[in-house]
């Protein structure tokens, strides 16, 4: 059984300056700026999807919007570092001018993109590799002093269905994330949200074993974020698709819920909040 351990885990992130309380559950809102994320119903690209989308997952109630450029679901195509830019600055700077307190977080593990999106009106790093795509992501995330988004995976978007051998999975995952903790304590970074990565590198039943133990990941001492939405684990498990996905993400994300995330990372803003509410109701229940 895993020790409860919430007393330990930090429970604030600071950004800008002002402190933002995970004590109850958080949620943020998904924004692809791509033309082949792999749920068609969170692209945008023109001016207007992108404040369309915004102002919806704003007014549902997202804490956070997460925006990316760069496709990373499996076997995605590689894009340069000028078209992510070309497509993501833009974008931040529209949201930021529009929506003044939005917190934004940057979905890229180019150092050089996320330091020009932060400068750009942008609040949080979120780095599919754990720094392990560039090399200068730790020292920049240190030197901006923002929050900074921490998740699991092996190889690369374009192979990681093929990378999901592990001796333990959860022994390799832990070490993986205590490694690149102390090393991003050294650069100064104190902000850290854990992500374990489903789908990154794991198969459909380690993927529901992940979710199982995610609570061993508050050991680690940080809030823990679970992207769990319209993920395959949901619609290949039930035989649909990813359009049809979200009543099965909606009962994933309570299960997440109960096993300890702080944040969940979802394309439906307003049937995550309405999770959220009705689990925190049946914990206040005599």
Do not use: C
Request: proline letters at 3%; zero cysteines.
């Amino acid at each position: 059984m895993v020790k409860d351990t919430r007393l330990l885990v930090k429970n604030t992130l600071n950004i800008g300056g002002e402190l933002v309380d995970l004590n109850e559950p958080k949620v943020m809102g998904i924004i692809n700026i791509t033309p082949d994320s792999f749920f068609s119903g969170s692209r945008v690209n023109t001016n207007y999807e992108i404040l369309k989308q915004a102002e919806k997952m704003l007014t549902e109630g997202a804490d956070f919007l997460d925006l990316g450029a760069y496709s990373s679901r499996p076997g995605a195509q590689d894009i340069s570092e000028a078209e992510e830019e070309a497509r993501l600055l833009p974008a931040v700077a529209l949201i930021s001018k529009e929506f003044k307190q939005a917190f934004i977080s940057i979905d890229t593990f180019r150092a050089r993109v996320a330091e020009k999106a932060i400068h750009a009106g942008a609040h949080i790093i979120n780095d599919i590799s754990g720094g392990n795509f560039d090399p200068k992501m730790f020292e920049t995330v240190g030197k901006l002093k923002v929050p900074y988004i921490l998740m699991h995976m092996k190889g690369t978007p374009q192979n990681m269905q093929s990378q999901n051998h592990y001796d333990d999975m959860m022994e390799e995952m832990m070490y993986y994330f205590s490694t690149k903790i102390q090393q991003l304590k050294a650069y100064g970074v104190h902000d850290i949200i854990i992500d374990p990565g489903f789908g990154f590198a794991k198969d459909i039943t380690q993927n529901f074993s992940l979710l199982k133990h995610l609570a061993t990941f508050k050991i680690l001492g940080f809030p823990v974020l679970a992207g769990l939405s319209r993920k395959s684990m949901v619609w290949k498990t039930l035989n649909t698709t990813a359009d049809e996905a979200l009543n099965g993400t909606t009962v994933l994300n309570t299960i997440a819920l109960q096993n300890g995330a702080a944040i969940l990372r979802v394309h439906d803003v307003k049937a995550a909040k309405e999770s959220i509410s009705l689990y925190q109701s049946y914990l206040k229940a005599q």
